[in-house]
């Protein structure tokens, strides 16, 4: 996966950026899994990532890691498990699609509209493309 990353949270875009994903959990290629801190709202609500060569991954919630005596103490935060589906390209179309319903985190960073904005761009059966991601990411 190569940052920045387009990921769908709580029904919403987040980007993020080079070593955003090491400071709250860890990504286990090998072992296909994404592991991420409990957040304040109990869950991430991870549904897919795209990274910037337009890499589409699908995620699967797992569930909560087993609690270590640390987190048990209110030491360490609680990891939640994902699985990370296989990469695949994906149109225009599709992403349209995907972003259709998602909501704003904040107001004057509108990320879901201006993702679904610039697919829309695009003829719908085309793949989404590393030029089209850094356009839409300001690169």
């Not at 387009?6 to 080079?18: F, L, T």
């Not at 498990?81 to 904040?106: D, K």
């Amino acid at each position: 996966m190569r940052p920045p990353l387009i990921i769908c949270s709580h029904g919403r875009i987040v980007i993020a950026p080079d070593g955003w994903i090491d400071r709250i959990g860890f990504v286990d290629l090998p072992r296909r899994t994404l592991r991420m801190n409990v957040n304040r709202l109990g869950v991430a609500a991870l549904a897919w990532i795209l990274d910037a060569d337009g890499s589409f991954y699908p995620l699967k919630w797992i569930g909560l890691a087993p609690r270590t005596w640390m987190q048990a103490l209110g030491l360490a935060r609680r990891l939640e498990v994902y699985e990370i589906g296989e990469s695949r390209s994906i149109s225009n179309g599709e992403l349209v699609r995907l972003t259709a319903g998602l909501t704003e985190q904040f107001e004057e960073a509108p990320n879901s509209a201006d993702l679904r904005a610039s697919a829309s761009l695009h003829a719908p059966e085309s793949p989404v493309t590393a030029e089209q991601l850094r356009a839409y990411l300001g690169e």
